[in-house]
């Protein structure tokens, strides 16, 4: 049996991160939080079930809405923009190592380079099933343990369903959108080291001037916010490895500690170290 949840609050916002032993890749984190705006780049495949609260927010150049029973499903790379929220919110975030989302990508035929063209489901939907099943396995209300051929199942079968949510990007928009992705694919590179915009624009093929205007107008935010938000997001998983603050912020990039501090906290609502102690 899997030892109880660790939580850890920052005034109404609590976070727990579960790492459960019989998955090895998938992480479960579940929150309950204010009316306090989210504002992330994923850097793992994820699906986010929501069981209270409503919010619209902004991703992939559009405006969406989760109501209590939506299922949001989110691709490495991608930058979610809360605009508003109602209410005290509640709700869980599988994600994946992009590893097992390859594996179950290749198995189905589906290539690497397509893009999420499905990215929400409602609870009731057929679609949604396993994507459902395996939040309920490992949701807080959950009866009684799962035992881990039910678990290894139900996580293979929603990797399943989610590889069927995969597409081929159509020949305009590659025109229109690859200067940008072949940015995004140089702020993943230069996580550690980072780079400079003159340099980022060379490998995007564009001038600095259209490429800033291009990248906000498509992820959202200026390349400089989005490295920084994807460094959070890698110092999340390698704080749940069991690195120390000090250790993370290298490995991310960051100057310092302090540094780390400031941004994860403002991004997340906790500190580095309030984080790395909800994970169990």
Same mark, same amino acid.
């Given at each position: ?6 939580? =850890?609050?920052?005034?109404? %916002? ?9 998955? &090895?890749? $998938? ?6 939080? /204010?009316? !306090?705006?989210?504002?992330? =780049? ?36 991608? =930058? ?6 109602? @209410? &005290?919110?509640?709700?869980?975030v599988i994600s994946f190592d992009e590893a097992l989302v390859t594996e ?12 999420? *063209?499905?990215?929400?489901?409602? !609870?009731?939907?057929?679609?949604? #099933? ?8 490992? @949701? ?8 881990? $051929? ?12 989610? #590889?069927?949510?995969? +597409?081929?990007? /159509?020949?305009?928009? *590659? ?5 940008? !992705? ?7 590179? #230069? ?13 995007? @093929?564009? /001038?600095?001037? %259209? ?10 935010? &200026? ?29 991310? +990039? ?14 997340? +609502? $906790?500190? &580095? @170290? ?7």
């Amino acid at each position: 049996m899997s030892p109880p949840l660790r939580a =850890v609050s920052d005034g109404p %916002h609590t976070i727990r991160v579960f790492l459960p032993p019989e998955l &090895p890749g $998938l992480r479960v984190v579940r929150y309950r939080t /204010d009316e !306090r705006l989210w504002y992330s =780049v994923k850097e793992r495949f994820s699906v986010t079930m929501t069981y209270s609260g409503r919010a619209e927010w902004w991703s992939r150049g559009r405006v969406w809405s989760t109501t209590p029973g939506t299922l949001d499903l989110k691709q490495i790379g991608q =930058v979610h923009r809360d605009l508003r929220r109602e @209410g &005290p919110s509640r709700f869980q975030v599988i994600s994946f190592d992009e590893a097992l989302v390859t594996e179950a990508r290749e198995a189905l035929g589906h290539p690497a380079s397509s893009q999420l *063209r499905r990215v929400q489901f409602e !609870r009731e939907q057929p679609a949604a #099933a396993p994507f459902v099943r395996l939040h309920a396995l490992l @949701g807080e209300d959950r009866a009684d343990p799962s035992n881990t $051929l039910v678990l290894q199942t139900a996580l293979t079968e929603a990797l399943s369903a989610l #590889a069927t949510c995969f +597409g081929d990007t /159509d020949e305009s928009e *590659r025109r229109t959108r690859w200067p940008v !992705r072949r940015a995004l694919e140089a702020l993943h590179d #230069a996580l550690e080291e980072g780079i400079t915009l003159d340099a980022l624009a060379r490998q995007a @093929g564009l /001038d600095k001037f %259209h490429l800033c205007r291009a990248f906000r107008e498509e992820v959202g935010m &200026p390349p400089h916010a989005y490295l920084t938000h994807l460094r959070i997001s890698r110092a999340m998983g390698l704080l749940t490895q069991r690195l120390t603050p000090s250790e993370v912020a290298l490995r991310v +990039g960051l100057y310092d500690q302090s540094q780390l501090n400031r941004h994860f906290k403002r991004i997340t +609502g $906790l500190t &580095p @170290g309030q984080f790395a102690r909800a994970v169990q």
